[in-house]
T-cell receptor, first 115, second 117 residues
Framework: AQKITQTQPGMFVQEKEAVTLDCTYD???????LFWYKQPSSGEMIFLIY??????QNATEGRYSLNFQKARKSANLVISASQLGDSAMYFC????????????FGTGTSLTVIP | DSGVTQTPKHLITATGQRVTLRCSPR?????VYWYQQSLDQGLQFLIQ???????AKGNILERFSAQQFPDLHSELNLSSLELGDSALYFC????????????????FGPGTRLTVL
């Protein structure tokens, strides 16, 4: 089974609107971390947001928020007020401890912001 | 700029050769991670070092090896290169190993693009 699943290969959103990128994960480890990264066409990986498995509140970083639903094992990224510069690949990732602190990345979602 | 540096940016070599990729973590970060990103395999975790010691191992081939030096920089050695090793290799660093807190957030370098001909 995939550790991280991103079911949306490509998404489109109108500029200034909000968009949700889906991510589900699979782990039996009670202690884990969830991350989102952005990879623009230039290639670098940019850290966006982190959610710990024991965090009581959903993480927020500026226009990014993480909709963490632990029972459903989902960690969706919400981008509010989309900008043209948000067009990029977005990767969801998980770090778990019971597999020796390995990190797992999803296959990514390509987001295109339309003017 | 994440503060993680990688050299070289681009590397073109032939099958059967050996190359070394270098990474310097952010100031204060003790953990270094290596990833391979290829079109057909996505982003694959290779190996993690913490303060000079191997901490976690992922899908790293036996032809590949890595180490972290006392000054905390790290090198990834790729030998007996094959066409399929062509990929973007990322190094990332974090303050600490997995702790359940945001100190394990990884910051990525710009990557080294390896082309094997």
């Amino acid at each position: 089974a995939q550790k991280i699943t991103q079911t949306q290969p490509g998404m489109f959103v109108q500029e200034k609107e909000a968009v949700t990128l889906d991510c589900t994960y699979d782990t039996s480890d009670p202690s884990y971390g969830l991350f989102w990264y952005k990879q623009p066409s230039s290639g670098e990986m940019i850290f966006l947001i982190y959610q710990g498995s024991y965090d009581q509140q959903n993480a927020t970083e500026g226009r990014y928020s993480l909709n963490f639903q632990k029972a459903r094992k989902s960690a969706n990224l919400v981008i509010s007020a989309s900008q043209l510069g948000d067009s990029a690949m977005y990767f969801c990732a998980m770090r778990e401890t019971n597999t020796g602190n390995q990190f797992y990345f999803g296959t990514g979602t390509s987001l295109t912001v339309i003017p | 700029d994440s503060g993680v540096t990688q050299t070289p940016k681009h590397l073109i070599t032939a099958t059967g050769q050996r190359v070394t990729l270098r990474c310097s973590p952010r100031s204060g970060d003790l953990s270094v991670y290596w990833y391979q990103q290829s079109l057909d395999q996505g982003l694959q975790f290779l190996i993690q070092y913490y303060n000079g010691e191997e901490r976690a191992k992922g899908n790293i081939l036996e032809r590949f090896s890595a180490q972290q030096f006392p000054d905390l920089h790290s090198e990834l050695n790729l030998s007996s290169l094959e066409l399929g090793d062509s990929a973007l290799y990322f190094c990332a660093s974090s303050v600490a190993p997995a702790s359940g807190r945001n100190t394990d957030t990884q910051y990525f370098g710009p990557g080294t693009r390896l082309t094997v001909l």
